[in-house]
């Protein structure tokens, strides 16, 4: 399947800090891109979707003041949190569609774990 | 009501033992599903999707329910490595297309 890589793996920031995650599609052109949010034993949330070119679209709650999505080549899309605090601790994972791969199948990230101290 | 729900378990299955899970589905009006497993502390991986019926790949059968809006993931001859959560991905429809839906996850634990 496609391949889709995120940076870092993991980070530990202090509160009140920015941190900034990239998300990238090696071996496929990605238009479409989404950020989950994952706490632990619950299941995957979808924080927004990010459209190359254009603004993204972000789920009911989801401040995107806080989170701030730029999608600005086909293959890069980065999610940075800003002011971060220790409710954002979570694990980040972004996934992305491959046009030639299917419909709606979706190959995800290896997903980025935050610490917010 | 959830859109999408499944029974957390866990599931504690002998080795070489079968197991099924079922996944359920509010919006009728979905077409496609998708198994994925998740490894502690690790993204999801697809393992199955399931357009019609239902699919089989090796010791892994997922079916469909579209009366019942339900699908299924059956496992035969467990192995140790088969622990993992299962979690069911519905894709949106309409103006929610592209969007997947989880579901909580279903935990299989795999025993010895």
């Known amino acids: 399947g496609a391949v889709v890589s995120q940076h870092p793996s993991w980070v530990i920031c202090k509160s009140g800090t920015s941190v900034k995650i990239e998300c990238r599609s090696l071996?496929?052109?990605?238009?479409?891109m989404f950020w989950y949010r994952q706490f632990p034993k619950q299941s995957l949330m979808l924080m927004a979707t990010?459209?190359?070119?254009?603004?993204?679209?972000?789920e009911q709650g989801v401040e995107k003041d806080k989170f701030l999505i730029n999608h600005a080549s086909l293959t890069l899309s980065t999610l940075t949190v800003t002011s971060a605090h220790p409710e954002d601790s979570s694990f980040y994972i972004c996934?992305?569609?491959?046009?030639?791969?299917?419909?709606?199948?979706?190959?995800f990230g290896p997903g980025t774990r935050l610490t917010v101290l | 009501r959830k859109e999408v729900e499944q029974d957390p378990g866990p599931f504690n299955v002998p080795e070489g033992a079968t197991v099924a899970f079922n996944c359920t589905y509010s919006?009728?009006?979905?077409?496609?599903f998708f198994w994925y497993r998740q490894d502690c502390r690790k993204e999801p991986k697809l393992l199955m999707s399931?357009?019609?019926s239902g699919n089989e790949d090796g010791r892994f059968t997922a079916q469909l329910n579209r009366a019942s809006q339900y699908i299924s993931l059956l496992i035969r001859d467990s192995k140790l490595s088969d622990s993992a959560t299962y979690l069911c991905?519905?894709?949106?429809?309409?103006?929610?297309?592209?969007?997947?839906?989880f579901g909580a996850g279903t935990q299989v634990v795999v025993t010895p």
């Open positions: 996934s992305a569609r491959d046009p030639l791969a299917g419909v709606s199948e979706q190959f």
């Open positions: 071996d496929f052109q990605a238009t479409t």
């Open positions: 990010s459209n190359e070119g254009s603004k993204a679209t972000y």
């Open positions: 919006n009728s009006a979905s077409q496609s």
């Open positions: 399931v357009y019609s």
């Open positions: 991905a519905v894709p949106g429809t309409y103006d929610s297309w592209g969007k997947f839906q």
